[in-house]
């Protein structure tokens, strides 16, 4: 596996986060390992984070700069959240 690079302005932070929310939710659809609700994806991408300076980067910023998509995984609770506020039982 090549080495990864992390992203080093805020438009490939930005690019690097949209590819991986699309590929998230693509992933999750396609292999039926939830059903996908329309407020799934707006909630995850409320969440996407933003470029932080390196210097200023916490563990989870670091690993976001590099692959965001590993931590996007962890967001399950934002669909939860989503969930009782959009369709409560």
């Known amino acids: 596996m090549p080495e990864l690079v992390a992203a ?3 438009a490939e932070y930005d690019r690097r986060a949209d590819r991986a929310a699309t590929k998230l939710m693509k992933f999750l659809e396609e292999q039926k390992i939830l059903t996908v609700k329309d407020y799934m994806e707006p909630a995850l991408r409320e969440h996407l984070g933003r470029f932080v300076p390196a210097e200023e980067r916490n563990f989870f910023r ?15 609770h934002w669909f939860e959240l989503a969930q009782m506020r959009e369709d409560p039982l």
């Open 8 to 10: 080093a302005t805020p």
């Open 62 to 76: 670091i690993a976001t700069h590099y692959d965001p998509l590993p931590l996007y995984t962890h967001f399950y």
